[in-house]
C-alpha cells in the first residue's frame, strides 16, 4: 500500500472537526444498481416531489443540462449546450488523465472519516466543466439522490469553470 493510501486508511475513524460525530458504519455501500433514465420525468412521484425543495426542475426547462445520482448508480447525465461536460467523475478520470491534477486540491483527502471513505470507497459524483469562453445560458443542476435508508454515498465532485468560461449551478442533495 503507498505512504499516501496508508494515510487515508488512518483517517478512517477520525471525526470531522465541526458537527456531529456520526456512525458512519451504520450505512451500507453495497447496494442495487440503478437503470439509466432519459429525462427526470421518469422518476417516481415521490421523488420528483422532494427536487423542488432542492432547486432542481424535474421537467428540465430552464437547465442547460442534468446530472442526477440515485443511490450509487449515475441514472442520468446529460448536457443540452455546446461547451459544457457533465459526467461522474468515475468517468472523467477514465475520460482525462489531467483531472489527477485537480484531485484532492481542495482539501486533503484525509481530513476526516468522511473525506477518506470518499477516496477509499468513492461511490461517483459528479464532474461539471465549462470549456474556454463557453457561457451558459441556463445553470446546470446536479442531483445527489438517496432513495433509501442506510446508503452512504461516497462522492467526489469537480467543478471547473475553464478560461473566460461562464458556469451557472444548481445542486443539491436529497432524500426520498
Known amino acids: 500500500m503507498s505512504e499516501r493510501l496508508e494515510r487515508v486508511a488512518k483517517a478512517k475513524d477520525k471525526p470531522a472537526a465541526h458537527g456531529p460525530d456520526v456512525d458512519i458504519g451504520k450505512y451500507v455501500l453495497d447496494v442495487e444498481s440503478h437503470k439509466p433514465i432519459s ?70 483527502e484525509d481530513m476526516d472519516k468522511y473525506t477518506a471513505l470518499a477516496e477509499l470507497k468513492q461511490t461517483h459524483g459528479y464532474f461539471l466543466r465549462s470549456l474556454p469562453g463557453s457561457r451558459a445560458i441556463f445553470p446546470l443542476q446536479a442531483c445527489l439522490f438517496i432513495g433509501k435508508e442506510g446508503i452512504a454515498q461516497n462522492v467526489h465532485n469537480v467543478i471547473i469553470a475553464e478560461e473566460n468560461s461562464e458556469l451557472h449551478i444548481i445542486t443539491g442533495c436529497t432524500v426520498a
Not at 43 to 60: I, S
Not at 82 to 88: A, P, R, T
Not at 95 to 103: F, I, K, S, V
Open 39 to 108: 429525462c427526470i420525468c421518469e422518476l417516481p412521484e415521490d421523488y420528483k416531489k422532494v427536487l423542488p425543495n432542492v432547486g432542481v426542475n424535474a421537467g428540465e426547462e430552464g437547465r442547460s443540462g442534468t446530472f442526477f445520482q440515485l443511490d450509487h448508480s449515475v441514472i442520468l447525465s446529460k448536457v443540452k449546450q455546446d461547451g459544457l461536460e457533465i459526467m461522474s467523475t468515475t468517468q472523467a478520470l477514465k475520460t482525462y488523465d489531467w483531472l489527477g491534477g485537480y484531485w484532492w486540491k481542495a482539501l486533503p
